[in-house]
């Protein structure tokens, strides 16, 4: 862009690129999104290829054992989870018992602090029954249709891996001559620094879903509780999706608990155990993982997933992160979009920049220590 643009219209178009991309991303999300997963999967694939190819493997061979490991571990989860909801559907009538309990133990004390009775309550009940009855109808064929749509999704997924790897010398071209020769330093320096945060963030994401797993599973089997493991994995993928992930993989926990048990200590035992877990995840074991290659302010980061999710579903919300840690690396490096990649990240400058006019310039400030999220 002319550096001599005034800034109003620099900033204008800006704007209008963003919105642009976003119109792109919503029409055309059921093509992107699966090629922006290839790429963060390709990513994570490339110490593989790269060592085979050391060891002389043929090119093909080279991409095509890489995507073996991963289909591997997909149907390692797929055949888990299988397993785990066959075990859960044997114990349905056990699972009808214990739920009608809880509902009978909730209509006596809904019956004691207001003035419905017992018969009104299931009155409500069976008129709400019926329209939630008519409601999955309507929903069951959207969910044939996402179905399929997921099925897509994954067949195109080790197409798109081999393509990447097989011409990720074109793509490297193609962006190096998006630039003048004496920015390509800077080109070179956020391609590897990209691919470095993307392999530290999802590699560590693996392994946090490995260690909430067998921590969270492991101390709910040791308590006695029914299905710990399918809470385990549940939650450890849940947790994925940064901030909204975990509260919702707490519901399920104690829903699958309450479905389990006819007692109420046992949600406490799944509560206190989630809450500990929990609590050396985020303090302790994640931040030595990951460390400090993504630096994301909590604000944006909340502010992404929901974003991702409203344009993309469930896939952007799980890439939320990582895309917006891209963008920070971009930004950082580039003069026009600097201050984006400022309001990106969490270094918060020392001092108040309406009173130290120096922290308002784009070079590099002071920040605070202990900002790190």
Sequence with gaps: MNSNLPLTVKRSIELLGLMAIVAVVVIGRDIIMPVLMAFFVTIML???????????????????????????????????????????????????????????????????????????????????????????????????????????????LPIYIYLMLFYKDILLRFAFMWFQSEHHPKVKDAIYQTESMIKSYLGGLLIQISYMTVLLGGILLLLGIKHALLIGVIFAFLNLIPYVGALIGNLIGVLLTLASSQQMFPVVEVLAVIAFVQ?????????????????????????????????????????????????????????????????????????????????????AVEVKEGTDG
């Design 46 to 156: 490339l110490p593989i290829y790269r060592f085979l190819k050391r060891k002389k493997f043929p090119e093909t061979l080279a991409i095509v054992l890489p995507i073996l490991v991963v289909a591997f571990f997909v149907a390692l989860v797929v055949w888990f989870f299988s397993n785990q909801i066959g075990s859960l559907v044997n114990d349905f009538p056990q699972i009808k018992k214990n739920v009608a309990e809880h509902l009978k133990a909730l209509s006596t004390w809904i019956s004691h602090i207001t003035p419905y009775s017992t018969s009104e309550q299931m009155n409500f009940i069976d008129d709400k029954s019926k329209d939630l009855l008519n409601m999955g109808t309507k929903l069951a064929g959207g969910f044939a249709l996402t179905l399929s749509g997921i099925f897509v999704f994954i067949g195109l």
């Design 279 to 363: 609590f050396l995840d985020n303090n302790i074991l994640m931040p030595r993982i990951v460390g400090s290659k993504v630096k994301i302010n909590a604000l944006f980061a909340i502010l992404g997933v929901f974003i991702g999710g409203s344009v993309a579903g469930v896939a952007g919300m799980f890439l939320a992160l990582p895309i917006i840690a891209v963008l920070k690396i971009i930004f950082d490096r580039t003069e026009m979009f600097k201050q984006w990649g400022v309001l990106l990240g969490d270094e918060r400058p020392t001092k108040s920049p309406m009173t130290f006019p120096r922290f308002r310039r784009k070079k």
